[in-house]
């Protein structure tokens, strides 16, 4: 497949790295302000290092990898709430042309996804995304294979820097801001880590799930979602969990009912959902065949660069 990546953050970077060890041909990649664009294949390192020296991955325009040539749009830039752009729009053009898309980018799903599903349903190309929820996980392909409609109910620790945080704090005894500043030296959280701690990014992952479960019913958007972060949870609070074999973790969840919730839960300390550091879990509920746990990276680049390309593998030859 020819593959244009819009975004070339840690995401967008390592797929266009990747592409050619699954047998695909990046014909452009594109940043904010710049792209490098060739119908025959793009020199992916050159862009890359050029990204990394000057600042810019090309010479060309970045609305001429959205208008190039290729087979697949892998959307990667970053995640916006509300009316989902740039993201959408990209989306929307590369459906208009009959094109594939993939996300990493969770905006147009989390915000917008009865258009995004309404522009597919009009286009000859397909749109994936595993990738937006959990990394290199397997969540959205599970549910796909056992069938929405024969899965009842979603959980699990979706953001491995809140995961991070309060894992150090049970294990040392810490306070937030300790562990926090911690994290970011480290490279664990971001500089503003509010869209971690504070549970958006494990609402949008919930919202997404939430929206392949409902199939063609109800339409959830992060205003639908219940959401309490982590900031305000002190050490003593987990001092006592640990007390009572628990600990603390955000949690994350679609219920039976329908509704998404995310917010700090107790759990055993011993138990499925008690993963450490930067691990993620999803535990799915199901009609026919129990609980289903999927673990591992949800984050980073090459891990979810891999979601990424299964997606491109599953999507057919144009």
């Known amino acids: ?25 990046v014909t452009a990649l594109a940043d904010s302000s710049s792209a490098a664009v060739d119908p025959e294949g793009i020199d992916v390192a050159t862009a890359l290092e050029s990204k990394r ?50 996300l990493a980018n969770k905006g147009p799903v989390a915000e917008r996804y009865g258009e995004v599903r309404a522009l597919e349903r009009e286009s000859d190309g397909q749109v994936l995304f595993e990738a937006t929820v959990g990394g290199a996980m397997p969540v959205l392909s599970t549910i796909a294979d056992f ?19 309060l894992t150090r704090m049970a294990a040392e005894g810490l306070d937030y801001e300790h562990v926090l500043a911690e994290a970011q030296d480290l490279g664990v959280a971001e500089a503003d880590p509010a869209f971690d701690v504070e ?9 997404i799930v939430a929206n392949v479960l409902a199939g063609n019913g109800r339409e959830y ?22 007390e009572d074999g628990r600990t603390v973790r955000l949690i994350g969840e679609v219920t039976p009912a329908g509704e998404v919730r995310v917010g700090p839960r107790l759990v055993p300390a011993n138990g499925t959902l008690a993963v450490t550091g930067t691990e993620n879990i999803v535990q799915l509920e199901t009609e026919h065949a129990g609980q289903l ?26």
């Open 147 to 165: 069938d929405s409609d024969h899965i009842t109910a979603a959980r699990g620790v979706l953001n491995g820097t809140a995961n991070f945080i």
């Open 53 to 102: 020296t000057d600042g810019a991955v090309g010479s060309d325009d970045p609305e001429a990898a959205l208008d190039g040539e290729y087979d697949v749009l892998v959307e990667a830039t970053p995640t916006t709430l509300g009316d989902a752009q740039p993201g959408f729009g990209h989306v929307r053009t590369a459906l208009e042309r009959d094109r594939h898309v993939v």
């Open 199 to 207: 549970g958006t990014d494990a609402a949008l992952k919930c919202v």
């Open 1 to 25: 497949m020819r593959l244009a990546v819009l975004g070339a953050g840690a995401v967008g970077a390592a797929v266009a790295e990747l592409a050619t060890d699954y047998g695909h041909t």
């Open 293 to 318: 746990n999927i673990s591992g990276r949800g984050a980073g680049g090459p891990e979810t660069a891999s979601a990424v390309l299964a997606d491109v593998g599953r999507l057919p030859e144009r």
């Open 221 to 242: 958007t992060l205003d639908d979602a219940e959401v309490q972060g982590i900031e305000e949870i002190p050490g003593s609070a987990l001092d006592l969990a640990t």
